[in-house]
DNA sequence: ACAAAAGTGTTCCAGATACACCCATGC
DNA sequence: GCATGGGTGTATCTGGAACACTTTTGT
């Protein structure tokens, strides 16, 4: 029963050394082919999906956490992460009751007479981070309770437990305002691209198609891409420009928020 | 040593009834004379001020927590109130070490002994909640741990203790924010009012003054106003009309969120 | 009559939208 | 030579900002 020998233990860990009722997840943007894609965990031997997520140690800031969390699960380090709300309703895990979770998780018998662990017995109140990565550069790696972790198309996410639909929903809202006043795409294209992929992107996350001319002459007034050289042609096109970001100046809009307080 | 027992009840009844790890925060904001104010509280004998807060009962929702607390605070029901950050510093609750806080507090000689409670040996995450309330309605309550509970000038707030000024300037920032896509005011004046009235309170949130006939077109022009009679006259002055939120249209603004995803 | 506050309309500019043609390449 | 995708400029609309005079009333 190394199963529940191994359960033990991380529920001990738990307990021992992160914050109880607190939990954290991760909405993790991704874009490839002109999708854009969530990265999803899927639970041991089911077929339940669920976000990636974490938890907080007792000695480690909120922030660091969900840096943290991010980094297992992508192998990716100084990326955009952001919180955009946190999660409280009682009802909130409860999707499927804790036996039924357990039993989803293939846990059921390994976890029978630890449901008074503080990890169990409460609920938890949850952080919500949303990240943006970039695609190309990601290892997505399962964590002890998951064994798939994989990019889904944002339009083809199943239902997941608990309430993480609903979270995707509010992630991808935030990601949508924060595109009318902050500028987007250095941490999901890679290092170098056209404007059209760039412009296929912010079509992407807006869920609707844009002018081009007009998308040319707004993201150049920016001010923030740098144009390179041709890119090596490819089939039917003429060579299209490369840019690549500013990043002084990119960081610089992402920075410009009104600090003032009366 | 009545203040002892009373205390070790209480902090009973938190670790009993309550999450652990987990508090909230409010930035109660009110409106009067064309002065914004918030409320705060003073803790039991001492001279330092903080913002009133609370914690979410094990059976309870968050939003329902911050509702309640707010009720408690304020005697009022039915208000604005939003989430608007979540804080998790680890040295978010140690600008004075526990020691001294409890000092501070003049609970230095009552919580002896009482240290290895959850409630002190943890540190908090704390959801910051703000919220818009009718000043003349409001009246300020002081909890278990304050002897005072009132309107401060938001020009003249004080060092607070903890994070709570970082708080009141991040409420802030998000309530004037709102103010440009959100109608505001609902709750924070009196049931009929002057335009004049209506723009001091826009121009106290933003900290600017905005030109009166440009005010009254885009006002206007959102079609939420209700206008009434003159208002018996004042001194030395043209007799202003009254106008009335018309509450129905408030509210479908307020609920105009781009709901949809792709 | 004059001081103080209230009410109202027009001009101007900037940013967003709508829209069409030419060029380079591969087949 | 034609189909595909890339690159560019101009006219128009709309929302926001700037701005001045007249009316009422109390002193």
């Given at each position: 029963m190394e199963l529940r020998g191994k359960l033990q233990e991380i529920l001990r860990d738990i307990e021992e050394n992160y914050l109880p009722s607190v939990s954290l997840d991760l909405v993790v943007f991704g874009f490839h082919e002109s999708q854009l894609k969530v990265l999803l965990l899927r639970f041991k031997d089911s077929n339940d999906w669920i976000l990636p997520g974490g938890r907080v140690r007792k000695d480690e800031n909120l922030d660091e956490a969900a840096y943290r969390s991010l980094r297992e699960r992508?192998?990716?380090?100084r990326l955009f992460l952001q919180q955009f709300h946190t999660f409280g309703n009682v009802?909130?895990?409860?999707y499927f009751s804790r036996e039924e979770t357990l039993e989803r998780m293939g846990l059921a018998e390994a976890a029978?007479?630890?449901?008074?662990?503080t990890y169990w017995a409460n609920r938890d109140i949850s952080v919500g981070y949303y990240a943006l990565v970039d695609f190309t550069g990601t290892v997505p790696t399962p964590d002890f309770m998951a064994d798939e972790c994989r990019w889904w198309d944002i339009a083809e996410v199943?239902?997941?437990?608990?309430?993480h639909n609903e979270m995707i929903r509010l992630a991808l809202r935030t990601l949508r305002r924060q595109l009318s006043y902050q500028p987007v795409g250095y941490n999901l294209l890679p290092e170098t691209f056209t404007m059209t992929e760039l412009q296929s992107l912010y079509e992407t996350i807006l869920g609707r198609s844009l002018d081009r001319r007009n998308f040319y002459k707004q993201i150049l007034h920016y001010d923030v891409l740098e144009r390179l050289g041709k890119r090596p042609t490819i089939p039917a096109s003429k060579a299209p420009y490369l840019y690549r970001f500013r990043k002084e100046r990119y960081e610089q809009l992402l920075n410009d928020e009104d600090l003032s307080v009366g």
């Amino acid at each position: 029963m190394e199963l529940r020998g191994k359960l033990q233990e991380i529920l001990r860990d738990i307990e021992e050394n992160y914050l109880p009722s607190v939990s954290l997840d991760l909405v993790v943007f991704g874009f490839h082919e002109s999708q854009l894609k969530v990265l999803l965990l899927r639970f041991k031997d089911s077929n339940d999906w669920i976000l990636p997520g974490g938890r907080v140690r007792k000695d480690e800031n909120l922030d660091e956490a969900a840096y943290r969390s991010l980094r297992e699960r992508t192998g990716l380090d100084r990326l955009f992460l952001q919180q955009f709300h946190t999660f409280g309703n009682v009802n909130r895990m409860t999707y499927f009751s804790r036996e039924e979770t357990l039993e989803r998780m293939g846990l059921a018998e390994a976890a029978a007479g630890l449901w008074d662990s503080t990890y169990w017995a409460n609920r938890d109140i949850s952080v919500g981070y949303y990240a943006l990565v970039d695609f190309t550069g990601t290892v997505p790696t399962p964590d002890f309770m998951a064994d798939e972790c994989r990019w889904w198309d944002i339009a083809e996410v199943p239902h997941l437990l608990f309430d993480h639909n609903e979270m995707i929903r509010l992630a991808l809202r935030t990601l949508r305002r924060q595109l009318s006043y902050q500028p987007v795409g250095y941490n999901l294209l890679p290092e170098t691209f056209t404007m059209t992929e760039l412009q296929s992107l912010y079509e992407t996350i807006l869920g609707r198609s844009l002018d081009r001319r007009n998308f040319y002459k707004q993201i150049l007034h920016y001010d923030v891409l740098e144009r390179l050289g041709k890119r090596p042609t490819i089939p039917a096109s003429k060579a299209p420009y490369l840019y690549r970001f500013r990043k002084e100046r990119y960081e610089q809009l992402l920075n410009d928020e009104d600090l003032s307080v009366g």
